[in-house]
């Protein structure tokens, strides 16, 4: 059951991954944003570079579960290669990319 505040998933398309949880080490990496860009020592994103997956620092702070990452590593790809295309789009196709991401 979900919670009150919490609403079903009623629309395809649906998408699963099967993951195996499993003990190991490899913490760290680059600080991204919520768009997945590379953030530098000063705080501000260096532009045209993106990251996501084990490269990227993470959620998960000093220790973890392994193929919990998996989620994180297809949703930061993602938001990583939509931020590209926005990022490269024309300027009279951004409003537009925008509204796709």
């Known amino acids: 059951p979900l919670r009150e505040d919490l609403k079903g998933i009623l629309e395809p ?3 699963a991954s099967r ?3 499993k003990v190991h080490h490899c913490m760290g990496g680059l600080h991204i944003n919520e768009h ?3 953030m530098h020592v ?3 994103p260096i532009a045209g570079l ?7 620092g993470g959620v998960h702070g000093g220790d973890r579960l392994g193929s919990v990452a998996t989620l994180d590593c297809l949703s930061f790809g993602r938001i990583a ?3 590209v295309l926005l990022d490269n789009a024309k300027p ?3 409003s537009q990319a925008a509204v796709d991401l």
Do not use: S
Request: proline share 8%; net charge neutral; no cysteine.
């Open 50 to 56: 993106y990251a996501a997956g084990e490269i990227t």
């Open 92 to 94: 009279q196709q951004q």
């Open 81 to 83: 290669a939509r931020r």
């Open 13 to 15: 398309p649906y998408y």
């Open 36 to 38: 997945a860009q590379v």
């Open 42 to 44: 000063d705080g501000y």
């Open 19 to 21: 993951l195996w949880p």
